[in-house]
């Protein structure tokens, strides 16, 4: 497969955890990926590791150190990868942290700070990439919530709501771009064996290990093969384990009726 056959894969947070795994994954099926991420050292040791691993040549691991709650650099960074790799088939927004902790005890900053990586730098990522899927008339955007957005989840008052606001962003996306060729997938994954979920139990109230402690913890290499079949069965919801599974199947009864209701209505206004 020469260089421009190989599709491209796009990945923000992608120098650790469920990012580092689908990057992985899709170096693994021959694809070319693109890594966006704050830390330019953790990028370049994760184009080392994930060559080693995967066996490819560093040429098709590109690294783009940016911030992505900066909408400019984001634009930048984005439109250097379609350059250089092309217009990606998949695109994932996996950057995001987690601070939990009571909420009279969180600072305003972590809020703030919360909502900027994991809800704005899901929509810079966005604007950037609609453009280019839109004149290539293919391509997904996928969303990597949480389990939390399912659900307000004790201890999580910083986190929850950003992700449901990134829940939100997909439901709109998907609705508005469905008849442009682009698909819109969401994850929701379950605590999952990551460094930042090793960072998280240091403030997690007790409560909330109490909450989430029967669920178990996944392994970053299940979560992100579970993503990755959802993606390629086009599915818009991808939701991992039997208790998110179940949580957000009684929570959504009418989300399909819904869906064709919004999509009937929006193709009779084209029309």
Known sequence: MSNSEQPHAL????????????????????????????????????????????????????????????????????????????????SIFSAGIAVPGYFTEIDSQVFEDTMRINYFGSLHCAQALVPHLRNAGTGALVFISSGAALFGLFGYSAYSPSKFAVRGLAEVLRAELVGQGIQVSIAFPPDTDTAQYVAENLTKPAETKAITGSAGLWQAEVVARAIAKGIDKGKFSIVIGLELRLLARLQSLLSPLLNWWLDRTAAKVQR
């Open 11 to 90: 990945i923000t947070g992608g120098s650790s955890g469920i990012g580092w795994a689908l990057a992985l994954l899709y170096l693994q099926r021959g694809w070319r990926v693109s890594l966006l991420a704050r830390n330019p050292q953790r990028l370049q040791q994760a184009q080392k590791n994930l060559a080693e691993s995967s066996k490819q040549e560093r040429d098709n691991i590109l690294i783009l150190p940016v911030d992505v709650a900066d909408s400019d650099a984001c634009r930048v960074a984005i439109d250097k990868a379609c350059e250089q790799f092309g217009v990606p088939q998949v």
